[in-house]
């Protein structure tokens, strides 16, 4: 007997609610929780996830069929899933922005348009024009026509406009086909013939050859690769033997070898092998025994180990008896940047139990990653915060790495979620152990240890008890300076990069901006060239000659006369590292200098390339923005320049002294981690400012109660939770009224918690105005959720409205 069913399915859109599909009887034996179903709604077919199996039929609607089921098996697992659930209702999003951003983009295909020819009527081309003629002379010859193929007959990318006067008038109808778009990777091997692997046979053969000695030379090359690689690719033999492919076509016509083609990796991984090739010290044996301990306690701990104190040599002893238990890994990072140091050290000691996984492997290797994973392949995933998505089969231990990094937190577009945060949840649904690592670790995390939510491990000395580098601040007040502007080099900056370079040693200096020149400035008016679509100062890049908006990207040609004179006296105010290069260069001419910032190492291994000469000492002085920051590891640094802790220091924002002692003291752990002989020098024109003496000390501890007072004194985090909701709208005053109707709408329950409306520090970003309110809540749940259900019904009310239907509203929990 056949009973209805029905499904709720997950497709990759905002919908505040998630649609709900009828099965047909004869896909009901295949329809599981995780598999991918075809479905279609409004004209357009999705790829969704069935998230569960509902034996009732709605009552407000008649569901409609799905149209097929993609999947003999689910490619997500039910933790998934609910992890997609925690973060959607956490961080105030939809279930399927969360799944837009956990899946491979070609594991959720794609909805092709098909132009299908109207068989049913008859169809007089008098009255089209020219392009919909053409088309619809196509469409009657080939019946069907995809939207490539008309762009292709056009030669024209914008075909719409001719394509919806050709359905108006009934030539043709549009279909949706959905594509696979993961395909994957095949690759021609070449073999011997199997009558030739007698070697009475194969020795006739060598020694009777008499003709064609090129072909004799392509076989004995396929006969060497065979014994010394094992499998022999096509491109691989012609080249090694400088030979044809028509020669090899030869050999095979003549039934010597055999080509065949057959479905490979695109990520070759190395032989599976565990190999531990240290032992920890006595303080690090110490750390991973309580990190044991506390994980038998506590489901978090946090390993509190000051810079170059060998974390990762016990995340790497962690790893090594999670792989024995048969348990996965996930092993994340801020950056992508990071990645590359830290693959070379787990490759060497897991082999092709490690895998890596960020956003700049293509589609179709991130579908191999995540089928690796899923199946349990691979033991170990190193990735950015991306990488918290991949379908863990058996998850035990989640480490996240530089735990305070902001970078932890995705900002746009949703899901606005904080990884390591999502990490803690998505490892209790998994039953497996989190390690927050940092030697500069957030006041939160902190304060739950104080709270004893969290294990406290601390590792309070070098590896090889190594001194902290020596920290010196440089009043960069006292330096003349020759165009009244901000000195970029001190004299005593240049007199100890001289002496390291004396000794043969590296050196880091660090700008926290990019670009040759923040800004330009009209000496004659004071007028500053800002950018078209943005509130904020365009920064001048001296190597492509241009100046830049860093925050919609655009570029524009080098300004030489002032817009409000007509003066053609412009100077270049402060400086970023591409400024910072060139003076270096100037100074100490026969020194090999680069730059590590995002204009610099764009390209997928351009990093990895950059960090291995620094490794090699083929560089003697980096400039680099926070990139140079985090967690890497350099032997022969002794000097650390920060060039301008000002910047760090004064910015408006709450976490300003916590982020500014992160940096500094991050960077400072770059210096002497090998024999301890490392220098710090700061330069910053306000040398007795708080932060400045913690970081001189190397003392968290101080910074920490430094925090917590005032943190209390004005209600932040970690003693409240933070909602920011922030209104956009190309017209400011449109905004502005948005933001005043949630405000109002708010104070009922919420008055004393909600500040603003306010316009933050750069007030219009891509020609959108911007507007801020910021919730203060208590740390109740029930308050907080029922916050956050009234700012999406506020939402709902003011978006109703059709004077405010654009204003985007972005609602950002515990924005960073």
Same mark, same amino acid.
């Given at each position: 007997m056949f009973f209805p069913l029905f499904i709720e399915v997950i497709i990759p859109l905002f919908l505040p609610k998630n649609y709900t599909w009828a099965v047909p009887a004869?896909?009901?034996?295949?329809?599981?929780?995780?598999?991918?179903?075809?479905?279609?709604?409004?004209?357009?077919?999705?790829?969704?996830?069935?998230?569960?199996?509902?034996?009732?039929?709605?009552?407000?609607?008649?569901?409609? @069929?799905?149209?097929?089921?993609l999947d003999t098996e689910p490619v997500v697992y039910p933790q998934q899933l609910d992890l997609w659930q925690w973060i959607a209702r956490y961080y105030m999003c939809s279930e399927g922005e969360v799944m837009q951003a956990a899946m491979p983009a070609n594991l959720k295909l794609s909805s092709e348009s098909i132009?299908?020819?109207?068989?049913?009527?008859?169809?007089?081309?008098?009255?089209?024009?020219?392009? @919909?003629?053409?088309?619809?002379?196509a469409l009657e010859l080939k019946k069907e026509l995809?939207?490539?193929?008309?762009?292709?007959?056009?030669?024209?990318?914008?075909?719409?406009?001719?394509?919806?006067?050709?359905?108006?008038?009934?030539?043709?109808?549009?279909?949706?086909?959905?594509?696979?778009?993961?395909?994957? =990777?095949t690759e021609t091997f070449v073999t011997l013939h199997s009558k030739y692997n007698n070697e009475d046979e194969l020795a006739d053969l060598l020694n009777n050859w008499s003709k064609a000695p090129k072909q004799m030379e392509l076989l004995l090359s396929y006969l060497h690769l065979v014994k010394t690689e094992g499998e022999v690719t096509q491109p691989k033999l012609l080249k090694k033997s400088n030979a044809t492919a028509a020669q090899l076509k030869g050999l095979c016509e003549k039934n010597i070898l055999v080509l065949e083609k057959r479905a490979t990796d695109r990520i070759r991984l190395l032989p599976r092998d565990i190999q531990i090739d240290f032992t920890l010290s006595a303080a690090q044996q110490k750390a991973f025994d309580e990190v044991?301990?506390?994980?038998?306690?506590?489901?978090?701990?946090?390993?509190? #180990?000051?810079?170059?104190?060998?974390?990762?040599?016990?995340?790497?002893?962690?790893?090594?008896a999670c792989i024995t238990q048969g348990k996965q890994v996930l092993y994340m990072l801020p950056e992508i940047a990071l990645t590359s140091q830290i693959i070379r050290r787990l490759q060497k000691h897991f082999g092709g139990y490690i895998a890596i996984y960020h956003s700049k492997f293509n589609p179709n290797e991130r579908v191999e990653i995540w089928n690796k994973v899923k199946t349990g392949e691979t033991k170990v995933v190193l990735g950015a915060r991306s990488s918290l998505f991949l379908p863990f089969k058996d998850l035990g231990l989640i480490i996240a790495d530089e735990e305070h990094d902001a970078s932890y937190k995705q900002q746009d577009p949703a899901p606005r979620y904080h990884a390591r945060d999502a990490a803690i949840y998505y490892a209790s649904l998994n039953n497996a152990r989190v390690l927050l690592g940092s030697a500069t670790p957030s006041i939160e995390s902190y304060y739950n240890c104080t709270q004893q939510?969290?294990?406290?491990?601390?590792?309070?000395?070098?590896?090889g008890q190594v001194e902290l580098p020596q920290i010196s601040v440089i009043d960069i007040k006292k330096v003349p300076a020759q165009d009244k502007g901000k000195v970029a080099l001190s004299p005593s900056l240049i007199a100890a990069i001289d002496t390291s370079l004396q000794q043969q040693k590296q050196v880091i200096l660090f700008q926290n901006r990019r670009g040759y020149s923040p800004y330009l400035i009209c000496g004659t008016c004071g007028w500053i060239p800002q950018c078209r679509h943005c509130d904020v100062t365009l920064t001048y890049h001296k190597a492509k000659n241009s100046l830049a908006c860093h925050y919609c990207g655009t570029s524009y040609p080098v300004i030489n006369t002032c817009a409000a004179c007509g003066s053609h006296n412009f100077n270049q105010k402060n400086f970023g590292t591409e400024k910072i290069e060139e003076l270096v260069a100037e100074a100490f001419p026969n020194a090999r200098i680069s730059r590590m910032?995002?204009?610099?190492?764009?390209? =997928?291994?351009?990093?990895?390339?950059?960090? =291995?000469?620094?490794?090699?000492?083929?560089?003697?002085?980096?400039? #680099?923005?926070?990139?140079?920051v985090k967690g890497l590891d350099f032997e022969h640094v002794n000097l650390v320049g920060i060039i301008d802790a000002d910047g760090i220091l004064n910015f408006t924002d709450f976490r300003v002294n916590e982020r500014a002692f992160q940096l500094m003291e991050q960077v400072s752990g770059r210096a002497g981690r090998r024999d301890g002989k490392g220098t710090v020098l700061i330069q910053v024109s306000n040398p007795m400012h708080p932060v400045l003496q913690f970081v001189k000390e190397h003392d968290f501890t101080r910074?920490?109660?430094?925090?917590?007072?005032?943190?209390?004194?004005?209600?932040?985090?970690?003693?409240?939770?933070?909602?920011?909701?922030?209104?956009?709208?190309?017209?400011?005053?449109?905004a502005e009224e948005a933001a005043n109707i949630m405000m109002q709408g708010l104070k009922k329950d919420f008055g004393n918690e909600c500040n603003g409306p306010a316009q933050p520090v750069v007030d219009r970003v891509r020609n959108q105005y911007l507007w801020e309110i910021l919730i203060k809540l208590p740390k109740d749940?029930?308050?907080?959720?029922?916050?956050?259900?009234?700012?999406?019904?506020?939402?709902?009310?003011?978006?109703?409205?059709?004077?405010?239907r654009g204003v985007t509203i972005l609602p950002d929990v515990d924005p960073v």
């Amino acid at each position: 007997m056949f009973f209805p069913l029905f499904i709720e399915v997950i497709i990759p859109l905002f919908l505040p609610k998630n649609y709900t599909w009828a099965v047909p009887a004869q896909m009901q034996a295949a329809v599981q929780p995780g598999v991918r179903v075809e479905v279609q709604l409004k004209n357009k077919r999705y790829a969704g996830i069935v998230k569960k199996m509902l034996d009732k039929k709605p009552e407000e609607f008649e569901p409609k @069929e799905i149209l097929n089921v993609l999947d003999t098996e689910p490619v997500v697992y039910p933790q998934q899933l609910d992890l997609w659930q925690w973060i959607a209702r956490y961080y105030m999003c939809s279930e399927g922005e969360v799944m837009q951003a956990a899946m491979p983009a070609n594991l959720k295909l794609s909805s092709e348009s098909i132009l299908i020819w109207n068989e049913e009527r008859s169809y007089d081309f008098s009255d089209l024009t020219d392009s @919909e003629y053409v088309v619809a002379e196509a469409l009657e010859l080939k019946k069907e026509l995809r939207l490539n193929e008309v762009q292709q007959l056009l030669d024209a990318s914008n075909v719409y406009p001719v394509i919806k006067k050709l359905i108006e008038k009934g030539v043709c109808h549009v279909w949706e086909e959905l594509k696979e778009k993961y395909r994957s =990777k095949t690759e021609t091997f070449v073999t011997l013939h199997s009558k030739y692997n007698n070697e009475d046979e194969l020795a006739d053969l060598l020694n009777n050859w008499s003709k064609a000695p090129k072909q004799m030379e392509l076989l004995l090359s396929y006969l060497h690769l065979v014994k010394t690689e094992g499998e022999v690719t096509q491109p691989k033999l012609l080249k090694k033997s400088n030979a044809t492919a028509a020669q090899l076509k030869g050999l095979c016509e003549k039934n010597i070898l055999v080509l065949e083609k057959r479905a490979t990796d695109r990520i070759r991984l190395l032989p599976r092998d565990i190999q531990i090739d240290f032992t920890l010290s006595a303080a690090q044996q110490k750390a991973f025994d309580e990190v044991q301990q506390g994980f038998s306690e506590k489901q978090v701990c946090l390993l509190h #180990g000051v810079t170059a104190s060998g974390k990762t040599e016990v995340y790497t002893k962690l790893i090594e008896a999670c792989i024995t238990q048969g348990k996965q890994v996930l092993y994340m990072l801020p950056e992508i940047a990071l990645t590359s140091q830290i693959i070379r050290r787990l490759q060497k000691h897991f082999g092709g139990y490690i895998a890596i996984y960020h956003s700049k492997f293509n589609p179709n290797e991130r579908v191999e990653i995540w089928n690796k994973v899923k199946t349990g392949e691979t033991k170990v995933v190193l990735g950015a915060r991306s990488s918290l998505f991949l379908p863990f089969k058996d998850l035990g231990l989640i480490i996240a790495d530089e735990e305070h990094d902001a970078s932890y937190k995705q900002q746009d577009p949703a899901p606005r979620y904080h990884a390591r945060d999502a990490a803690i949840y998505y490892a209790s649904l998994n039953n497996a152990r989190v390690l927050l690592g940092s030697a500069t670790p957030s006041i939160e995390s902190y304060y739950n240890c104080t709270q004893q939510k969290y294990a406290l491990v601390q590792l309070d000395e070098r590896y090889g008890q190594v001194e902290l580098p020596q920290i010196s601040v440089i009043d960069i007040k006292k330096v003349p300076a020759q165009d009244k502007g901000k000195v970029a080099l001190s004299p005593s900056l240049i007199a100890a990069i001289d002496t390291s370079l004396q000794q043969q040693k590296q050196v880091i200096l660090f700008q926290n901006r990019r670009g040759y020149s923040p800004y330009l400035i009209c000496g004659t008016c004071g007028w500053i060239p800002q950018c078209r679509h943005c509130d904020v100062t365009l920064t001048y890049h001296k190597a492509k000659n241009s100046l830049a908006c860093h925050y919609c990207g655009t570029s524009y040609p080098v300004i030489n006369t002032c817009a409000a004179c007509g003066s053609h006296n412009f100077n270049q105010k402060n400086f970023g590292t591409e400024k910072i290069e060139e003076l270096v260069a100037e100074a100490f001419p026969n020194a090999r200098i680069s730059r590590m910032d995002y204009d610099s190492v764009k390209g =997928k291994n351009d990093h990895d390339a950059l960090i =291995k000469l620094f490794e090699q000492q083929r560089i003697d002085i980096l400039v #680099g923005t926070q990139m140079v920051v985090k967690g890497l590891d350099f032997e022969h640094v002794n000097l650390v320049g920060i060039i301008d802790a000002d910047g760090i220091l004064n910015f408006t924002d709450f976490r300003v002294n916590e982020r500014a002692f992160q940096l500094m003291e991050q960077v400072s752990g770059r210096a002497g981690r090998r024999d301890g002989k490392g220098t710090v020098l700061i330069q910053v024109s306000n040398p007795m400012h708080p932060v400045l003496q913690f970081v001189k000390e190397h003392d968290f501890t101080r910074l920490f109660q430094f925090e917590l007072a005032n943190r209390k004194q004005f209600d932040y985090p970690p003693f409240t939770r933070l909602i920011q909701v922030i209104f956009k709208h190309k017209e400011k005053h449109i905004a502005e009224e948005a933001a005043n109707i949630m405000m109002q709408g708010l104070k009922k329950d919420f008055g004393n918690e909600c500040n603003g409306p306010a316009q933050p520090v750069v007030d219009r970003v891509r020609n959108q105005y911007l507007w801020e309110i910021l919730i203060k809540l208590p740390k109740d749940a029930a308050r907080i959720n029922l916050c956050k259900r009234e700012i999406q019904q506020q939402i709902v009310i003011i978006q109703s409205n059709k004077r405010y239907r654009g204003v985007t509203i972005l609602p950002d929990v515990d924005p960073v």
